[in-house]
């Protein structure tokens, strides 16, 4: 099993950066896709970036893509999302998850709580 604990959400300006992390729990975090959603208020959840377990290989969803970046340690049990160039758009409740594949479609099995990022206009 997998417990997954996001951070680094936060108010930034348009334009601004952030980074989330994702700290996860068990021995088996390498064994694991990672993947990041976001979920904006009033809307459903969608997927934002995956990577494979060994980050060889990653996905995005079109609206982030060259302006964010996954990445992972698997040494270090954490995931990341690099988040530039903000939009106010953006502003979402993040969350992490484990998950088969790095298809958007994929079994998410473990999930995070969730990270607030709110990007002002």
């Known amino acids: 099993q997998v417990q997954l604990v996001e951070s680094g959400g936060g108010l930034v300006q348009a334009g601004g950066s952030l980074r989330l992390s994702c700290a996860a729990s068990?021995?088996?975090?390498?064994?694991?896709?990672m993947g990041w959603f976001r979920q904006a208020p009033g809307k459903e959840r969608e997927f934002v970036a995956a990577?494979?377990?060994?980050?060889?290989?990653?996905r995005y969803a079109d609206f982030v893509k060259g302006r964010f970046t996954i990445s992972r340690d698997n040494a270090k049990n954490t995931l990341y999302l690099q988040m530039n160039s903000l939009k106010s758009e953006d502003t979402a409740v993040y969350y992490c998850?484990?998950?088969?594949?790095?298809?958007?479609?994929?079994?998410?099995?473990?999930w995070g709580q969730g990270t607030q990022v709110t990007v002002s206009s």
């Open positions: 998850a484990a998950g088969l594949s790095i298809s958007p479609y994929s079994d998410y099995a473990y």
């Open positions: 990577i494979s377990w060994l980050g060889g290989s990653t």
């Open positions: 068990g021995r088996t975090f390498g064994s694991y896709a």
